[in-house]
């Protein structure tokens, strides 16, 4: 079942669509699912590291957990948290974390993880 252990953040994607799909479901559990999408793909998705190396316009290549953290070496970790907080480099974090099919799985999961629990928020919100 490692396919599952690896993959489990698009499960719970398609709880989530099927939770918003039947209308029926409470904010709780939209909430819950939202929440388990997102930080899949931050923390735990397949994805490549994408720290730049010293070779300029190149990339690291190493396997990474998540599109938020890096591979194995420490100094590539502290890069991509740091080109976080500069949105010019957004482009140059976002290079690494969309080059394979897996990673942009990964980031389109958890831009829609973000979006349903914004919504789940404002339907909430007007609903009580
Ligand atoms: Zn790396």
């Known amino acids: 079942m490692k396919i599952l252990q690896r993959y489990w953040g698009l499960v719970v994607l398609l709880l989530l669509v099927a939770a918003w799909w039947n209308g029926n479901a409470g904010p709780e559990l ?3 699912f939202s929440a388990g999408v997102v930080i899949w793909s931050l923390l735990q998705a ?13 990339f690291c290549r190493n396997n990474s957990y998540g599109l938020l953290l890096g591979c194995h070496i420490r100094e590539h970790r502290w890069q991509k948290f740091k ?8 482009a140059e974090f976002s290079r690494g974390t969309w080059a394979t099919p897996s990673a942009k799985l990964a980031t ?15 339907k909430d919100f007007a609903l009580s």
Request: glycine share 12%; hydrophobic share 45%.
């Open 83 to 90: 080109l976080l907080f500069y949105s010019r480099r957004w």
């Open 30 to 32: 939209l909430y819950l």
């Open 108 to 122: 389109v999961s958890g831009i829609v993880g973000t979006a349903s629990a914004i919504a789940t928020g404002i």
């Open 46 to 58: 397949p994805a490549w590291c994408g720290a730049a190396t010293r070779k300029r316009g190149t």
